[in-house]
């Protein structure tokens, strides 16, 4: 358990507009950490999680993301949870350690004991007091959340090796080309301040090797980190993997659910899984209904208090309708997302799929994928008019430099 006298802070990695291409074209209209998940914002979720840890002072968001995004989330957020939130904007890449170690001041202004670290495209339970307690046992600088996956996906993430009695990490390698463990990173840390000395170091002995260039051939014996900035210090390749056998960092291995939300169709997936965990961490957010006076709910389904739902849809399982959503008579909703201001009309079908801010869906229409979340064209996705004219924009322009390029190379 935390002391009394001791203070955590919590650092949530929101990312940026020039990352998470993979997820338009939702991100063309909200901010990808702000996108409703199980109707709460995708953030919303391990900010949750963090409220549930001792002595918490403060959450800082870390992103390249306009101030003026986060602004109004920010302010609500604190309110809401009686915990300070504050938004930090990186001025230019410093790299996943070297954005913790750029706002260093700023995060030790509490005085913490303990520093906890998240990815905010992480969907899992996020066990963070029982983390919290476990990495004091350790007694090292940090401890890693990890997850078993299956031998065919584990390449994708950060592998890792741990002794399996203490718990220590003895290998640390991201995205192998070769199998090494069913054992990946979380992207869930917490740390005690002795990280800021470790990334600091990194940062020195790269200065130094700069100094080395200038008057030797150093540089071809270094070709990882040679085109790297002085200051741009990555977690998993320049400290995680150094210090992996040098008993200074722990793991502590997750039974519950874990995905990344890297595209649209996960998004789906993991607002059903936020859902199945309101059961028992929010059960008042689930709507109930046996189709009398309310529409029939089967599964977990999350409704906007401000939606118009007709009484003879038929809703669920893992379905996610915001505000101001229109839902008409003898529609049927499954595993789908369903955004601000959308209208669907009678006896619509929608499944595996997302519906975008005011789209509308007319009468027997039918709106459904295989469910595939992990496949490009796994899931349906209607986005805004809005997208539809930035896509059309696109092309049209693409076009006219087709054509430029085609008469420059003729004359």
Not at 274 to 283: D, E, I, K, W
Not at 303 to 308: D, G, L, V
Not at 334 to 344: A, F, G, Q
């Amino acid at each position: 358990m935390v002391a009394a006298n001791e203070r955590v802070v919590a650092v949530i990695m929101v990312g940026g507009p020039t990352k998470g291409t993979r997820f338009r074209p939702l991100s063309f209209n909200v901010p990808k950490p702000l996108f409703p998940l199980a109707g709460q914002p995708m953030v919303h979720h391990p900010i949750s999680a963090c409220k549930r840890i001792p002595n918490l002072a403060q959450i800082y968001l870390l992103g390249f993301y306009e101030e003026r995004e986060f602004a109004l989330y920010v302010s609500s957020i604190s309110n809401e949870l009686k915990v300070p939130v504050r938004y930090l904007k990186e001025d230019r890449p410093h790299g996943s350690a070297g954005g913790l170690y750029h706002f260093r001041d700023l995060i030790m202004e509490e005085d913490p004991s303990h520093i906890f670290l998240l990815n905010c495209d992480v969907c899992c339970s996020f066990p963070l007091p029982e983390m919290l307690d476990a990495h004091k046992r350790y007694g090292g600088m940090g401890t890693i959340l990890v997850v078993k996956v299956s031998a065919e996906s584990a390449s994708e993430f950060g592998e890792l090796v741990a002794d399996p009695t203490t718990n220590e990490l003895l290998h640390y390698t991201e995205k192998p080309e070769t199998f090494v463990s069913d054992r990946i990173n979380c992207g869930v840390y917490v740390f005690t301040p002795d990280i800021f000395t470790a990334i600091e170091g990194v940062s020195t002995q790269r200065k130094d090797r700069a100094n080395l260039r200038r008057v030797s051939s150093f540089e071809a014996m270094q070709p990882d980190t040679r085109s790297l900035p002085v200051n741009y210090v990555r977690l998993d390749q320049d400290i995680l993997s150094p210090l992996a056998g040098k008993k200074q960092l722990y793991i502590y291995e997750t039974n519950d659910f874990w995905e990344q939300i890297k595209t649209p169709g996960m998004s789906i997936k993991c607002s059903g899984l936020y859902l199945a965990q309101f059961r028992y961490t929010s059960p008042h957010l689930l709507a109930n209904g046996d189709g009398i006076k309310k529409a029939s709910i089967t599964g977990d389904v999350y409704i906007h208090p401000s939606a118009k739902v007709h009484p003879s849809a038929k809703i669920g399982p893992s379905v996610s309708i915001s505000a101001n959503a229109r839902i008409g008579a003898g529609t049927r909703l499954k595993h789908c997302i369903i955004l601000d201001d959308v209208e669907i009309k009678e006896n619509a079908l929608v499944g595996h799929a997302i519906v975008g801010w005011k789209s509308s869906i007319g009468r027997w229409a039918c709106v459904e994928a295989s469910g595939d979340y992990n496949a490009k064209l796994g899931v349906t996705i209607l986005g805004t008019f809005l997208n539809l004219v930035y896509i059309l924009s696109l092309i049209i322009y693409f076009y006219f430099v087709f054509l430029w390029r085609s008469m420059k190379r003729q004359s």
